[in-house]
């Protein structure tokens, strides 16, 4: 028996259980009653999820083990649980974006990305926790509580999909998806040991999916491994007639892309990335893996990004910019939460967003409205716009140097509860990840070591636009080399 | 002292399309509440838009009848506001992009007769956009209910220059923009369902002074009368306020069409910041070239230029074309006919189109469409009359037996009997000697040189011949016996 086999059930790859249960060695509802006992058994400390509908997951799977006696054909992810962040829709289920807002909100529609899922077989499997309408790096920001890291719970899992970080790392899952709008799926992928992809923008629907900012949300998935993650997006990526932004072009196959290695071998290192702030263990994890891929025969460059500097501030000009517009739509007239003591329809939209949005959804609102005001529209906006360009030109000039950019996925291991009460101090955390959505550019991040503390740590691979074959099999490359993706916390 | 006006129209047209402007929903009118929805018209959390090509194709379309220049590239925008008739709080819409800018409408302005051509001038636009429409508030005593089934609905905004000057050249710019719209295929610009929505900008200012007034907006205009008869309300109301030494506030009014008043809505001082910018969930789509001439094949000809040609092509009277431009079907029937008589009979075919085949589709209540009688049918009704096989009498009856049963002309005429005898010479003299001999007053005056005397004795003759004799042949008589007499 294989270690993987070992494994406690909940703990497995979904490469490992799609074999298992396709062997009959398992059953869907075996699986699914496993990832419930266990999240029942831990949930109440790490807080990943904001709802389960335990029946009806079990239903699914019951549904699974059915089309699977019947010799139906089966989809690649028959039978797998994959839980959701609360900010993609699905039908019948609640849809919060862990808001006060959307608190008794339920979505008549799927996501396109869920219709995908069911098209593939998976079990829909409850509803994970992030900062409010995915604004936050710790998932502190949450209305329904915060979610606590499972290799120290005193800790932040990230965020803003930390929710879905946590879940996976506690076995309360088997994979999980995210959104990813400046960091958020490789942020928490990074601080609770998972895999994390942000696709190429345009590559997955973001219909049904929450806006927060329409030119950098992507969703992605949240898995043990880069296989699994080559098998998720496998699923979910494709056009969407739905999606205007969503890309058309023929999708690869993802898992043989990733089994098959990497075509070329030049890694670019952006000198940028290892300015001040960068925690020293961090910085000894990445240094390490570079000299692992250059022990692989890799060759080793190191490129400049000149305009990263910039990126913070672009970043939180365009985002908020299109958050106080998508923010918007709740107002208390058609759904969501309404104030009881509004006296006439003004006094109903200041009293409803006031009393339904948490302080760090008004911040950015505020900000992005004063950033689009008249008179300021071009000082702030269109100026952002025109870095942004700059920002990804960067980029594309590297990528004639090199294939792939190694970096930091985060500045810091994942930090306490509370530590950084300073609005600024949290942004500060997405330094690493936000180029790339400006960028539009697929990144992962992988398990690439563990603190003294015992923390995990994320190495960041950014790929070139649309091509996460490529990204995949680097990862991998580094990944079957290491165990840190194996290493389970003590819960 | 002397003032003139100066208005500029901003017209909303809802452009006829099965679904709406962003997404798959139907679009309609007449229907329950909240019945043409979805997700994405109700701005539910996570929809995204998708542009309906046809709403595209309609304003372009528009565009080229109207001669604007097409812009390259169709972008969209967010204009933000909260208001619960908007779902998302911003309405898809272009800012600085328009689809189609410059252009003009063609006017004509009322003749000094009926039957005289007034004179004709061209309004420019500034520019057309398409925009999505917003639901309706139905406010009740204590509440107010919103019905989402227009929301959503593809519409454009055409906004003219400030080129008017009259209340009458408001009228006639309303006419013949919706005829164009209409006979584009582009909207039924029903105003009574909102498809065609207009609101004023009404200045004055003193004749020969090149700068402009202060404006007043003048909203709910919800028929073509009314907003002549608004403007020209708007127009006395600013003189008489600048008569007793007053100023023009910038600010809204609503005109009541049924009270013939107007009152202030608000006052414009505080602008509002619509914070525009480009709607991240839309691409920008490009019009290439081809794509512009596909959509010009389609154009109808304009209402004027059709004009122009029937006086031309069929030395057609003002009255005539006046009638048969206006109506692209109307006009299609004529020319089917007048192509099938001949284009020398062209006259003859809008005579009956306008006298008869207009007059019993009223009485019969029923569209162009709906009539029996094909235009081919009708040319050669046109041409048995003009060969003498019918007499005009006749032919009328011929007619509306035709309009009942789309029986062929001839075919009826046979059954009926109604086919012109040939003349008896004999009888007919008979005839002609006995009206001369009863009408001494003609025949004196018809001596003495008057010649339109002659058609006295016509009658009697025709009456005697139960209106079965042949004009030419009663004429070429009567002159005969009046010239040896």
Not at chain 1, 449 to 458: N, W
Not at chain 2, 203 to 221: A, D
Request: with cysteine; glycine share 8%.
């Amino acid at each position: 028996m294989s270690a993987a086999m070992a494994a406690e059930i909940h703990y497995q790859t979904i490469a490992t259980l799609a074999a298992r249960l396709a062997a009959g060695e398992l059953s869907a509802v075996e699986l699914m009653q496993a990832v419930i006992d266990r999240t029942r058994a831990v949930d109440d400390r790490v807080r990943a999820f904001n709802s389960r509908d335990e029946a009806d997951a079990l239903a699914q799977a019951a549904a699974s083990d059915a089309r699977r006696s019947a010799g139906e054909a089966m989809g690649p992810l028959d039978g797998i649980p994959v839980a959701l962040k609360d900010v993609i829709a699905v039908e019948g289920q609640p849809l919060t974006a862990s808001s006060r807002m959307l608190a008794d909100f339920v979505s008549p529609y799927d996501a396109t990305v869920v219709k995908k899922l069911r098209q593939a077989g998976a079990v829909l499997w409850g509803r994970l926790n992030l900062d409010e309408f995915a604004m936050g790096s710790s998932t502190e920001n949450s209305a329904f509580g915060a979610t606590h890291n499972p290799w120290d719970l005193s800790r932040v899992p990230g965020g803003s999909s930390g929710g879905s970080a946590a879940a996976l790392a506690a076995g309360e899952a088997i994979a999980t998806l995210g959104s990813d709008t400046g960091g958020s799926i490789r942020q928490p992928a990074a601080f609770c040991g998972v895999v994390g992809l942000k696709p190429s923008y345009g590559l997955v629907s973001r219909y049904g999916l929450i806006a927060f900012a329409s030119s950098l949300d992507q969703v992605g998935p949240f898995t043990r491994t880069v296989e699994d993650a080559a098998m998720l997006l496998q699923v979910l990526a494709g056009h969407d007639p739905l999606d205007s932004t969503s890309f058309t072009a023929e999708i690869p196959d993802y898992r043989a892309a990733v089994c098959a290695g990497p075509r070329s071998r030049r890694l670019g290192i952006p000198k940028e990335y290892f300015g001040a702030g960068l925690d020293p263990e961090v910085a000894a994890a990445v240094r390490a893996a570079i000299a692992f891929y250059a022990a692989q025969g890799w060759e080793i460059q190191e490129v400049s990004l000149p305009h990263t500097e910039f990126c913070l501030d672009t970043y939180y000009i365009i985002a908020t910019a299109e958050a106080s517009s998508n923010l918007a739509r709740y107002d208390g007239i058609r759904y969501g939460h309404r104030s009881q003591s509004a006296g006439d329809v003004t006094e109903l939209y200041e009293k409803s967003r006031a009393e339904g949005f948490g302080a760090e959804v008004k911040r950015r609102i505020i900000l992005g409205t004063y950033v689009l005001s008249s008179g300021y529209y071009d000082a702030y906006y269109r100026r952002a716009q025109q870095v942004r360009t700059l920002i990804r030109s960067d980029f594309l000039r590297a990528y004639e140097q090199v294939d792939a950019l190694l970096t930091p996925t985060s500045p810091m291991p994942a930090f306490r509860h509370g530590e950084k009460a300073d609005p600024l101090a949290m942004y500060l955390c997405d330094i690493y990840t936000i180029g790339v959505n400006l960028a539009g550019l697929p990144a992962i991040s992988i398990p690439g070591g563990f603190t003294q503390a015992g923390l995990p740590i994320g190495l960041q691979l950014i790929g070139r636009p649309f091509r996460e074959a490529e990204l995949l099999a680097t990862a991998r490359n580094y990944e079957q080399a290491h165990d840190w993706h194996q290493r389970r916390p003590n819960l | 002292m002397n003032y003139e006006a100066v208005i500029g129209l901003e017209v909303h047209v809802q452009i006829k399309t099965r679904s709406k402007m962003f997404t798959r929903v139907a679009s309609g009118y007449g229907h329950e509440p909240n019945t043409l929805t979805d997700p994405v018209v109700l701005a539910l959390p996570g929809v995204l838009p998708v542009m309906n090509k046809a709403a595209l194709d309609a304003v372009i379309k528009a565009g080229l009848m109207l001669g604007c220049e097409i812009a390259p590239v169709c972008k969209w925008d967010r204009k933000q506001y909260f208001y619960p008739d908007s779902p998302k709080n911003y309405q898809i819409s272009q800012y600085d992009q328009p689809i189609c800018l410059g252009g003009a409408v063609e006017i004509e302005l009322p003749g000094s007769a009926r039957n005289v051509m007034g004179e004709h001038k061209s309004i420019p636009l500034t520019r057309i956009h398409l925009e999505e429409d917003v639901g309706k508030l139905n406010h009740g005593a204590t509440d107010s209910l919103i019905d989402f089934n227009r929301a959503g609905t593809p519409l454009m905004e055409i906004v003219s220059e400030p080129a008017l000057r009259s209340a009458d050249e408001a009228f006639a710019y309303l006419t013949a923009l919706r005829a164009i719209m209409v006979q584009g295929g582009i909207s039924d610009c029903d105003m009574e369902k909102g498809q065609l929505r207009c609101d004023a900008n009404i200045s004055i200012r003193p004749v020969g002074q090149t700068t402009l007034g202060t404006k007043v907006e003048l909203k709910n205009l919800n028929s073509i009368s009314f907003v002549r008869d608004g403007i020209a309300h708007e127009i006395k109301r600013q003189m008489a306020v600048l008569a007793r030494g007053g100023t023009i506030v910038q600010e809204t009014r609503d005109y009541d069409g049924q009270t013939g008043a107007s009152q202030s809505l608000r006052s414009k001082e505080m602008a509002h910041d619509y914070r525009y910018f480009p709607d991240p969930d839309l691409m920008p789509v490009q019009v290439d070239q081809a794509w512009k001439e596909r959509l010009r094949a389609g154009c109808p000809e304009l209402p004027f230029d059709r004009q122009r040609r029937y006086f031309t092509d069929f030395q057609l009277p003002y009255t005539l074309t006046s009638v048969l431009v206006w109506d692209r079907a109307l006009a299609e029937y004529f020319e089917a006919a007048a192509c099938a008589a001949g284009n020398d009979k062209a006259q003859a075919v809008g005579n009956w189109i306008v006298n008869d085949l207009l007059r019993e589709l009223g009485q019969a209540g029923l569209a162009l469409a709906d009539s029996k009688v094909r235009p081919e049918q009708l040319a050669e009704l046109v041409r048995l009359v003009d060969t003498g096989v019918l007499l005009t009498g006749a032919a009328k009856e011929v007619f509306v037996e035709m309009f009942a049963t789309g029986e062929a002309p001839a075919a009826v005429a046979r059954r009926r009997g109604l086919e012109a005898a040939p003349t008896d010479a004999g009888a007919l003299e008979q005839w002609c000697r006995e009206a001369i001999a009863g009408n001494d007053k003609a025949r004196a005056e018809f001596k003495s040189g008057k010649d339109s005397a002659i058609n006295a004795f016509k009658g009697p003759v025709m009456k005697a011949a139960k209106g079965k004799a042949d004009p030419k042949a009663v004429d070429a008589t009567l002159r005969r016996l009046l010239a040896g007499d």
